[in-house]
């Protein structure tokens, strides 16, 4: 059974830095792109970052860019993603997901994807 379980979500000050980690388990993750997504009250659910669990280049959306890194710990079978520069427009639950059909790198901005984390608050203070 796949799980995903997010973690290291918090109440942050303008300006402050999380780091998120969504730990993985249930199968081999080979080949599986896994994303962060991320919903604010009232909002859609937005893609915020995803890479191939295999490697290669991040993917990251416009809001993400130049403040969010993700990363991957194959021996941990963890993800992670790095928020610096945080704002309260980042404010929202944020989910891991994973999924092993987005051959078309522009699929992986999209859901729908095989499988979701609980999720994690993040809340920023201005």
């Known amino acids: 059974q796949v799980q995903l379980v997010e973690s290291g979500g918090g109440l942050v000050q303008t300006g402050g830095s999380l780091r998120l980690s969504c730990a993985a388990s249930?199968?081999?993750?080979?080949?599986?792109?896994m994303a962060w997504f991320r919903q604010a009250p009232g909002k859609e659910r937005e893609f915020v970052s995803a890479?191939?669990?295999?490697?290669?280049?991040?993917y990251y959306a416009d809001s993400a860019k130049g403040r969010f890194t993700i990363s991957r710990d194959n021996a941990k079978n963890t993800v992670y993603l790095q928020m610096n520069s945080l704002k309260p427009e980042d404010t929202a639950v944020y989910y891991c997901?994973?999924?092993?059909?987005?051959?078309?790198?522009?699929?992986?901005?999209?859901?729908?994807?095989?499988?979701w984390g609980q999720g994690t608050q993040v809340t920023v203070s201005s």
């Open positions: 249930g199968r081999t993750f080979s080949g599986y792109t």
């Open positions: 997901a994973a999924d092993r059909t987005k051959t078309d790198y522009r699929s992986v901005y999209r859901e729908p994807y095989d499988y």
């Open positions: 890479v191939r669990w295999s490697g290669g280049i991040p």
